[in-house]
C-alpha cells in the first residue's frame, strides 16, 4: 500500500493560482501511475489529470490549458500546478496512486 499525503490547498481568489503537492512512500514511486482527482460538495469524484511514469499526462477537459500535472521521482511527489482558476474548481482534491491507494484530500476554495 502506497501513503500519500497532500498539501497546497487553501483559498484563493477567481483567476488565482495554486500549487498541490503529494509526496508518497514506497521505493518503487518512478514506476507509479499517479493522479489528482477531485470531489465537489454533492457530486462523485472526478478525475482531473494522471500522469505516466514515462511522463505522459491526460487531463479532464475542464481543466485542460489551465492545469498542469508534474512529478519529481527524485522526491517521491507529483505536483498540481492550478492556474486560472475557477470557483467550479473548488473541491477536495485527492492524490491517487496506481488508481488503487489515495490519500486524505486537500481542500480548494475559489471565492471572492
Known amino acids: 500500500q502506497v501513503q500519500l499525503v497532500e498539501s497546497g490547498g487553501g483559498l484563493v481568489q477567481p483567476g488565482g493560482s495554486l500549487r498541490l503537492s503529494c509526496a508518497a512512500s514506497g521505493s518503487m514511486f518512478s514506476i507509479y501511475v499517479m493522479g489528482w482527482y477531485r470531489q465537489a460538495p454533492g457530486k462523485g469524484r472526478e478525475l482531473v489529470a494522471t500522469i505516466t511514469s514515462a511522463g505522459s499526462t491526460n487531463y479532464a477537459d475542464s481543466v485542460k490549458g489551465r492545469f498542469a500535472i508534474t512529478r519529481d521521482n527524485a522526491k517521491k511527489t507529483v505536483y498540481l500546478q492550478m492556474n486560472s482558476l475557477k470557483p467550479e474548481d473548488t473541491a477536495v482534491y485527492y492524490c491517487?496512486?496506481?488508481?488503487?491507494?489515495w490519500g486524505q484530500g486537500t481542500q480548494v476554495t475559489v471565492s471572492s
Open positions: 491517487n496512486a496506481n488508481y488503487i491507494d
